[in-house]
């Protein structure tokens, strides 16, 4: 929806413009490093690991819809 009041009609009046998003006016395509995984990743890697162990259950998730 790209509704704007009028002209003139209100002190914040600007004129519809494309999302910088689309036209980025900033670099890209640049490096971004990669340092590997999170320590926070890890530990709850192994936790949830441990968990498995001690529950005697494999823990799955999924992102996929569901029919509920």
């Not at 003139?8 to 519809?16: A, E, F, L, M, R």
């Not at 999170?38 to 819809?65: C, F, H, P, R, T």
Request: glycine letters at 6%; charged letters at 30%; a negative charge.
């Amino acid at each position: 929806m790209k509704f704007r009041p009028l002209e003139g009609t209100v002190p914040w009046h600007k004129d519809i413009t494309d999302p910088t998003w689309s036209t980025p006016d900033w670099p890209v395509g640049y490096f971004v490093p990669d340092f590997g995984k999170d320590q926070d990743m890890i530990n709850v890697a192994k936790s949830l690991k441990g968990s498995e162990k001690i529950l005697k259950k494999k823990l799955n998730a999924s992102w996929e819809e569901t029919d509920a």
